[in-house]
């Protein structure tokens, strides 16, 4: 806990941070919130002048996979910095204290902080018998969620379990799994859903906050427009087979080598916003599509509900698009299954794949 | 005798509490609280088999390929199939990083930083462990994030994104890896081998796994840099293999499933050193300090019912056994099964304990590390990394495998095309399971006991090392 007057820059360099990754961290900030080179320097000032805000970050029915992604983010200063640059004041999983010191904690920020801080929340309160199902510090979670919330200057929802209630609160939801906009209704939540979010879409949320002191624009449904406003179909590197009706039927198959579309395979992409196929995974390795599994839509809500995710051929129009895929299929090749693979063999893509398949072979 | 409880925990996965009953500074009688349960094998119920790939990593954001790598077993024995060697080969080198990085995290990030602690002031190495290992300040944590990060861009590659990834399938992984993309494999293979040589052992992996006796050890790490030695330093002045004794049975289903056999195979250590086989019908479950409903103890047989007034019961963990006893798992038992000449003679002269379960995880570490550039080799690019298979017969099943933490098991019986029933048994309910209709504690309950709390009470350190050594994984536990 530092004094009020303590900005985010004087904990960078208590850190022992230097002033150009300070900036260097300042610039990929900028970049990944889609904002120009100016705001660079706008969001550095703002960290070298601002007092910090504190940040609560709370666990509740969940399995820390948000935790996990965020401490993987490829940002530099955040592998050095970030836990403690964004001056995490409390984290069930990382920090130093334990028990009761770790509650007083808790106590002394929200009365020091008081409507100043970000609270943070992983997981989702379970509601059955009287919360039981998430006991923390001898008190039902949804206590220390509803106490903490009183006086926070906002809410964070990580993931689709504080977002939506995720697939613990999938049928018949046995806990009651709630999702917190649900309990917390007086108060600002912004939702940053996916299971878990991308590592750096959660750094990215998390700075803008603090640089601008404000929520960034969000949606109908609560989501940050900088990262949820685009379906992964739209930006997906297979979107150009998709349209030439060229489809993945069997894992691993001839089309899978080639990087055919997933649809086939119940790829969720169409109508899921997130921003898995630009930002990707990983340290921008990679995202479910480019591993041959078709998204499953982690991002939306009711995701886990939705039938099997292993469906095939799931009517695009139940989707709301425009042509179910063998349709499309169809134009591009006057037949569905076998047919549409034999048409490929004829285009471009085909000799380009297998000119690839020569260069892979086994060495 | 007065009871104590120590809860939350942080730096353990999830949430635990500790009940302590202490008579004149020593700890008589534990129990251990399980406080998070989700209902998964209810969820479960009813499903298409295959959308377990999907729902049962969300178990734990921490192991999610153990928990794919189980799913996606269990449904192989269903489906009667093979996988293909490919995927055999691209699933062990996705769980070899995930088991790895499992075991960096508990050491720098879990582990670690409770002797960064005031308690431990006086000691001649304080100021040391402090600047290298205290909670999200230390200098450890800043080399080992990104090793780390950087190792799991091999979960990039081969599974799109982790956690909770969803390439694993029965016949093996979804995509096919290219040449480019082994070459950026091995280069990460080699980033982990550079990054354990250099930080944490100070000296080759090849060098420290030829280190075959307890003894030999002691003289290895005399005036070596590294955080191993650093740890085997402070580990010696205070007696860390003293602490927290495990119930002497050790257990490992077997892990890294790969042509010919598993890379570390399947058994029981027993109390008297000897590796004998593993029993599998002989694992039941009970439920009588759970609150669970009475169900049948046969995993393939069992339901999981919640009945929260239940009286007795302490903990939404249920109590595995194996052949009624209670046992340990993780890194320890699974080198002491596969024979690791150090780990071996560790636990033969000194048994599990917070020391030696400390060691067996860097000692696995670097042999997974080798392993992992093995298999990176034998993929054959021009072959299947997935066999097809559709057909799923009625009847009851298994799928058994080791997480970092250690065994884990998922029971699947299956009708009519729908899950039947699910059972998971993850490491930590064996580690952390309450008391049976016995009243036998479970290895944690056990290994508290006779632990010197002094004046210190709740806040005594000592608990720490013992709870953590286990690398507690709570949301598995009861899932």
Redesign the interface.
Known sequence: MGAATETFYSVIRR?GITRRSFHKFCSLTATSLGLGPLAASRIANALETKPRIPVIWM?G?????????F????HPLV???V??MIS?DY??????????Q??AILEETRAKYKGQYILAVEGNP?LN?GG???????KPFVEKLKLMAEDAMAIIAWGACASWG???A??????Q?TPIDKVITNKPIIKVPG??PIAEVMTGVITYILTFGKLPELDRQGRPKMFYSQRIHDKCYRRSHFDAGQFVE???DES??KGYCLYKMGCKGPTTYNA?STV????G?????????GC?G?SEDGF?DKG???DRLTTIKQFGIEKNADQIGMVAAGAVGAAVVAHAAVTAVKRLATK??D????? | MTRI???????V???L?VRLDVESGHVVRAEVTA??????E??LEG??P??A???AP?????C?VSQSVAAASALRDAMGCEA?PNGLLATNIAHAAENAADHLTHFY?FFM?DF??EAYASRAWHNATAERF????GSA??EA??A???L??T?????????????F?P??????I??GERIRLMSIATAFRVFLERVVFADTLENVLSIATASELDGWHAGRAGDFAHFLGLADDLSLARLGKGPGLLMSYGAYHGLEGELFPRGIFGRRALIEPLPVNQITEDVSHAWMRESAVDPAHSTTV?D?DKPQAYS?SKAPRLSGQPIEVGALARQAVAGQPLVTDLVSTSGSNVRNRVIARLIETARIALAMEEWIKEL???Q???L?AREMPDGAYVGLVEAARGSLGHWLAVRAGKIERYQIIAPTTWNFSPRDSFDVAGPLEQALVGTDVGDAG??AVAI?HIVRSFDPCM?CTAH
Request: with cysteine; charged share 20%.
């Open positions: 850190q666990h029915l969940e399995c820390t996979c948000c935790s996990e992604s401490i993987r983010s490829a592998k050095d910095a836990l403690s995490l984290d069930d999983t990382i920090m130093a204290a334990a028990g009761h770790a509650e379970p018998e039981m199902f998430c006991i923390d510090g001898g995720c697939v613990q999938a049928k018949p939801n046995p806990t799994a299971c878990p069997e894992w691993d899978a080598r898995c990707r995974w990983n340290g390795v990679s995202f479910p599509i480019q591993s041959g599994h499953i982690c886990w099997s995710f292993y690839r398949e260069a892979t072979q086994d060495t | 409880t120590i809860g939350p925990f942080n730096r996965e999830g949430d509490e406080p998070l349960y989700r209902g998964f209810q969820i499903r298409p295959l959308d790939l999907v729902l969300r178990i734990c954001g921490i999610s293909a990030l930083p960064a602690r205290t909670a999200t300040r944590a800043r994030l990104p780390r990060a950087r799991l861009e979960m990039g590659i081969i599974a799109g994104k982790w956690p909770h990834s969803i390439a399938q016949g093996g992984t979804t995509r096919a290219e040449l919640p929260p939404w054959r690019l021009s299947p990394f997935c097809e709740s806040r720490q949301v």
